[in-house]
């Protein structure tokens, strides 16, 4: 199935912008290929477009004021990972596990979901197509979630391949950094383990109870994880530096402004003497372009 955007949802489902009578014809040739209903309605049902944070509170609360409704919500990704808790992640404070999340709390509620994509809405009909099929509703909550409006800027639209994605790219430098920073620690006790299974093997061999082909299988063994352990560590590294680039880089800019404030250096001037360093916090930033002098003349 195609992926859309949201606007070109709303425009090909006519209800979000109040094209319904121009939508009717074209939906309804278009429904002459279709399977059916994929999910009958026998009682009242509220339909939730979107399993992100709208969608999912939504069909939260629906369920708890009425559990007599059915709500069904249509969602293609089978796991929710919360962006906006991804600064503790990176921080050490959560892991990436904590943040995942699988739709088991919405089901235990009473929710259906469907993980699939909605291609249109058939407002006249009251009903949602999916695929070659449709689901029928009573009330429709749309929550898609947001796409980026190329139109808006001048000259956007035609060179959106050039443009940075900073948002997307930002959250998958994160989601890289954060990932790789659990695989150290987990590769850490995996060289640990190794390690420690090497001198045992040493041990073994020294009082003849094993060959030296066992102590050159721990050997192999220690260096394979060690290996993957740098690569990791290689990783986390290369990640951060990806996410910096997303976030815009350097901060040379930062060097011309004061570390703190007027107050706030005034108060710590009564604390101690910093001897000047509050009047130049920062040296000043260089030019790269320009050659340096060695540093190891006299």
């Excluded at 620690?185 to 009082?207: G, K, M, T």
């Excluded at 102590?215 to 990640?239: C, I, M, N, P, W």
């Amino acid at each position: 199935m195609n992926r859309f955007t949201r606007r070109e949802f709303l425009m090909r489902s006519g209800a979000g912008l109040g094209l319904a009578a121009a939508s009717v014809a074209g939906l309804g040739a278009c429904a002459t290929g279709m399977k059916g209903d994929v999910m009958p309605k026998t009682n009242r049902r509220v339909v939730v477009i979107g399993g992100g944070w709208g969608g999912a509170t939504a069909a939260k609360y629906v369920r708890l004021e009425d559990p007599g409704i059915e709500v069904v919500v249509l969602e293609p990704n089978r796991e929710f990972i919360s962006c906006p808790f991804s600064n503790l992640v990176l921080s050490g404070l959560r892991t990436m596990a904590s943040i995942t999340l699988k739709y088991d709390g919405l089901t235990a509620h009473g929710v259906k979901i469907i993980h699939d994509s909605a291609s249109a809405i058939e407002a006249d009909r009251k009903r949602v197509r999916i695929g070659d099929g449709y689901l029928e509703y009573d009330r429709l909550i749309v929550s898609p979630g947001v796409e980026f409006q190329w139109d808006q800027v001048e000259g956007l639209a035609q060179n959106q391949d050039t443009v940075l994605h900073a948002a997307s790219e930002i959250e998958d430098a994160a989601i890289g950094f954060a990932q790789f920073r659990e695989q150290v620690s987990i590769l850490a006790q995996s060289v640990q383990a190794a390690r420690r299974s090497l001198d045992i093997a040493d041990v073994q061999y020294q009082e003849g109870l094993v060959d030296f082909e066992r102590v050159l299988d721990s050997q192999r063994a220690l260096f394979s994880q060690q290996e993957a352990l740098v690569a990791t560590k290689g990783g986390v590294a290369q990640s951060l530096i990806t996410l910096y680039k997303a976030m815009g880089g350097g901060w040379q800019a930062g060097r011309s402004r004061p570390v703190v404030d007027d107050a706030t250096s005034a108060t710590m001037g009564k604390r101690s003497n910093w001897k000047g360093l509050q009047d130049a916090p920062l040296p000043p930033a260089t030019d790269d372009t320009e050659p340096r002098p060695p540093t190891d003349t006299p």
